[in-house]
């Protein structure tokens, strides 16, 4: 998300220029911030992220373009580099944020809260960008990482963060693992990228998919590579079935596969479809594990196993450039 790739920008730029002035260069920034959380700079691809989230709930909609907006304003009123703003690259973070937090937070304060956090995340996706980029990590989705979790840990001593239902603590001694009942394919296919957004059903999942393609068929396909893999995977593997059709092992496989296979690819390396392959296979047992590791705070993985996974490939690059 930090880093596009020649070939990426080749295709956006063969697209027709926009004259881009004032409020509408923001919108469109902004718009960007919302396609790089697939790695993606562009403006359309943006827009039926958008609309597949408005779908899925106008109020997650809502939020997620206000969000976008706020981590562009923040950037801009940072005085950060524009050629980062323009790319989207300060607001990503923070739409994961808001919509995470509209997600899992509740009461009078609910948006209030949601929005206050999207600002925060820009700051420290700027913060992060800082101290991890320069050992040549990209931050990935880390920052909205942190700030969701400390937020949601922080309801249990503030009274007016208050949090949703969704999330219980539970004591892994009473934890029991159901695999009971029948696996719909389709559902964990759409399911896998719409939970990246946090949302699912089918016609959400195929604007998803085409926003993808619209801007590379490249990324398109390794998406779909991606989260097939995973879902194979989490079968052979015994993963709960529920989960399985949900997508909820299959978003953070599509993610990394994209950042392994061709976003951080800038060598062009022979091996890196076999390697994000591979690391698209260790987001299963990572989600599980941190799911578990999580299980007693009442927090969601989100997308750490993404985070982890695509640091282990990209920190055995170092070392092992072929890998």
């Known amino acids: 998300m930090e880093k596009i790739i020649d070939k990426h920008t080749q295709v956006n730029s063969g697209k027709k220029p926009i004259k881009e002035n004032g409020f509408f260069t923001f919108l469109v920034e902004s718009l960007k911030g919302i396609s790089q959380i697939i790695f993606i700079e562009n403006t359309i691809t943006g827009l039926l992220i958008l609309l597949a989230i408005t779908i899925s709930s106008f109020y997650l909609g809502v939020l997620a373009l206000l969000s976008a907006m706020i981590g562009t304003f923040v950037a801009k009123i940072g005085g950060a580099d524009e050629k980062m703003i323009s790319q989207g690259l300060l607001g990503y973070n923070s739409v994961l944020t808001g919509l995470a937090l509209g997600l899992f937070l ?28 320069n050992i040549g990590i990209p931050i990935l989705t880390f920052p909205f990482i942190i700030l969701t979790w400390f937020t949601l840990l922080a309801s249990y001593k503030l009274k007016n963060i208050t949090l949703s239902d969704e999330l219980t603590p539970q004591s892994l001694a009473n934890w029991e693992l159901h695999i009971a009942g029948k696996i719909n394919v389709l559902d964990g296919v759409f399911n896998g990228i719409g939970q990246i957004f946090f949302i699912t059903n089918a016609l959400p999942g195929i604007l998803l998919f085409l926003g993808v393609f619209w801007a590379s068929r490249k990324m398109g396909f390794y998406a779909i590579i991606g989260n097939i893999v995973a879902f194979i995977v989490a079968v052979a593997l015994g993963g709960e079935h529920e989960l399985i059709m949900y997508g909820l092992y299959s978003y953070n496989a599509i993610l990394t596969i994209l950042a392994v296979s061709v976003v951080f690819n800038a060598k062009e390396n022979r091996y890196a479809p076999i390697t994000g392959i591979l690391a698209a296979c260790i987001t299963v047992p990572l989600a599980a594990s941190v799911s578990i590791w999580l299980l007693p705070y009442g927090l969601p993985a989100l997308t750490m196993p993404f985070v982890l996974s695509t640091w282990l490939v990209l920190g055995a690059r170092k070392i092992m450039p072929n890998f």
């Open 106 to 133: 509740s009461g009078p304060y609910m948006w209030i809260v949601a929005l206050v956090g999207a600002a925060i995340t820009a700051i420290l996706t700027a913060t992060m960008m800082h101290f991890i980029g």
